[in-house]
């Protein structure tokens, strides 16, 4: 097989251990914050029955569901029976129809598994990729949001983000907007694509843009001017709330909504989100099947999201017949990963060495000690090697330890062995200091986490 | 969509939280254990282009290989282009030709992912599931197999095997054997098969089942003879080495296989393998790609094996085309699973309740305490959720929580609020203290960490 013929497929990566330990960082304390807010972990199959999926993630999804050839005698037929998961929030509604007597009334799970979708590979997207989700089913209180908002916030301030900003609105309060604003029913969904451009754009960006879409002028400017008037950087500026409030005063489920948002604020003070969220009521989201509260969280000197989310109480009970109450939040975990490459927030021990010493020998006759002095070190909670090869002097190995990384090389030598030592060798210092072979392995941990 | 419509596809399994709590206890351990061995974590993608799979399982894997409808336009000519992952040996044998100028020379990784397999489901037999198997490439020395098997050891005696036995045979020992008992290599696949299932049916079993594939009834026997006369239960016996060196002594290749079993074993000798390993020249493992050593891990009471391995110095270099050095183990992590499940042998904290502390409200004006209550109660490293709904009484959430073992549950009502304090109820022993609202969180800290 060709050169070619041993990369991934198409818009897939094979993880190399660095990169694995990078995600295993952030998933190590995105678990963490989740199981301490209370989410417990939740793993469905790489694929479901394709009915399941289909039809759920509108026309453009279907085309870019993988798809599963039936097998046996059925191959030929070239039909699909089963599809690989497009997203986690169909396998959490397929789970919550069928457990709905096991689980708990309240059920609140995180999910961190592959997702497969058939885009056009590009810098950034792929057609496998993790997602990370966390959904609380089963209450429409505010206190859902709250400690959805306290729960990615505390995942973001332990990964080290200390500049990002979390923009809450309201579905329902974006409606009374727009309805208030002069915009029928009929235009809404092409008003919010546009509104959605705003930071992008700007307010003339948007006016074209809505006028292109044969969205009345006046009602345009009186949207535009509303936005305008809200301050979207002062925290503690209570503002935003009361202008929202006044501006959709009209509209019947208006005031409702903007109080929502108002008891998110005022619930999130004693938690980690306190200071961070911002009324932003341009924020749209898609909108397809959010029925509440919506949120999304930046840092500022980056464009795109690191995870967004929103309720959506008739989702979750597709499966069920009934309607569900549900609020979520979706991580951007590959991006996240990508920005803290970036900016440099790994801490040094997630890029250290796989390897804290190297054990090699310079007779066969040797080997069993190095092997022994080997599981001597692992007691020691140290990580090791043994290199496997004999050699009469350890010039090789000294040199393969080196291009490794590894601190420390141990040399069991016949001369040494004789003296009942063992030498240490510091790749860093490039010292060579004599240790006695009995007390080795402590004598060398010592060192070594010194060194850490 | 009916009930049946929402199972998982057939083969296939639902993840509760329970049950990956104890995947992720046993996984942890074997990434701790695998990484203080100097292995490394590698994934790769789910699918690989289909001709990166097909034809490396014979027909009958060909066969059992999950394939993906190409997409779009060709999607209607029923035509596969991609197909799920079958095992983890051909994808890192993609990997090692792939990055052969970036590994290390001697490239020790781990991997642990599902795998696809179409097989009939059966009880204990699944399409999807996860394979653990570790690979040291590029030498041919013994101390790797000592290392493999050291590494192996250490993770089931950390979690709790204290009755492991390894059983060690050598394919080239293997073929002398046979060839010596007067087996012809044209019978050789077929007296394996047969050799295979000694322990299973018995001597008289394997007689008969010799005689019905044709195969000389002397020759059986003295294969026969010979096995019978090698001692497996003493582990301090050079019997066994002594005894199948003799009888093969006269084959080409026979005496220096056996000497590779030998200096194995003695390298084991300061390792966790100490005193674990069986020779048994009846081991037989499949051997279509093995080409030296071979391993086998079993508990005595249990039928089948908890992992097996082996070195296959032919394989891994399949897309180089030249032979690769490689030697690797393959752990059963689902039935090592259910082993441990059956024996009990998970930590009490792997399946303790999910939640430390459940803090409740009794008025609405008392949420956002609650929620501040539960940040500082996290703070604590506690994990805690809070009763998201209003209760006038306390004894919806008690009954909820208790529901779900919770071990104490935080109530704030109007009365404690007024006076500054807390009221903390122990759902074990039922009885309910006041803790001061402003040291609450430490209070309940110390009283929950007490109890663990």
């Known amino acids: 097989m060709s050169q070619a013929g041993t990369k991934p497929p198409s818009g897939t990566r094979d993880f190399l251990p660095d990169e694995i330990r990078r995600r295993e960082h952030v998933v190590r304390i995105v678990r963490e914050v989740y199981e301490s807010h209370g989410f417990e972990p939740l793993e469905t199959p790489a694929f479901e029955n394709i009915e399941t999926l289909l039809g759920k993630y509108g026309e453009e999804g279907n085309k870019l569901i993988f798809k599963i050839l039936r097998r046996g005698e059925h191959e030929a037929g070239g039909e699909a029976d089963l599809a690989l998961r497009y997203d986690l929030t169909v396998p959490l509604a397929r789970v919550v129809a069928q457990y709905q007597n096991d689980l708990p009334r309240f059920f609140k799970r995180y999910q961190i598994q592959p997702v497969w979708r058939a885009d056009r590979p590009a810098r950034g997207r792929f057609r496998e990729f993790y997602q990370c989700d966390i959904d609380a089913i ?46 029928p029913e009929s235009q809404h969904a092409d008003a919010l694509v546009s509104l959605d451009k705003l930071a992008k754009i700007g307010p003339e960006g948007v006016e074209a843009d809505m006028r292109g879409r044969g969205i009345d002028a006046a009602a345009t400017l009186t949207c535009l001017g509303f936005l305008n008037g809200i301050r979207r950087d002062d925290p503690h500026d209570a503002g935003p709330i009361e202008r929202f409030g006044d501006f959709v005063r009209s509209h019947h489920a208006g005031p409702a909504a903007v109080s929502e948002l108002d008891q998110i604020l005022r619930l999130s003070d004693g938690t980690p989100a306190h200071g961070r969220i911002r009324i932003d009521p341009s924020l749209a989201r898609g909108l397809s099947y959010y029925t509440g509260a919506i949120m999304e969280i930046a840092v500022p000197d980056l464009p795109g999201s690191l995870g967004g989310g929103g309720r959506y109480d008739n989702l979750v009970g597709m499966f069920l017949g009934r309607d569900v109450a549900a609020c979520g939040f979706s991580l951007g975990l590959e991006r996240i990963i990508v920005v803290m490459s970036e900016r440099g927030m790994f801490p040094a021990r997630v890029s250290r060495a796989a390897v804290d010493v190297m054990v090699t020998f310079l007779s066969d006759e040797l080997r069993a000690d190095a092997l022994k002095l080997a599981a001597e070190l692992r007691a020691e909670k140290l990580r090791v090697e043994v290199y496997p090869e004999v050699s009469r002097r350890f010039d090789k190995p000294l040199k393969y330890a080196s291009s490794r990384n590894v601190p420390v090389l141990a040399i069991i030598g016949e001369d040494e062995h004789a003296r009942g030592e063992v030498a240490v060798r510091d790749l860093q210092t490039r010292q060579q200091e004599a240790a006695p072979r009995d007390t080795a392995a402590s004598w060398i941990a010592a060192r070594v986490r010194i060194d850490r």
């Open 138 to 183: 089963g209450s429409t209180s505010p206190v859902v949001e709250a400690e959805l908002l306290a729960a990615v916030s505390q995942v973001l301030a332990r990964l080290g983000f200390d500049d990002f900003v979390i923009r809450l609105n309201h579905r329902g309060a974006l409606t009374a907007m727009l309805q208030c604003a002069g915009i």
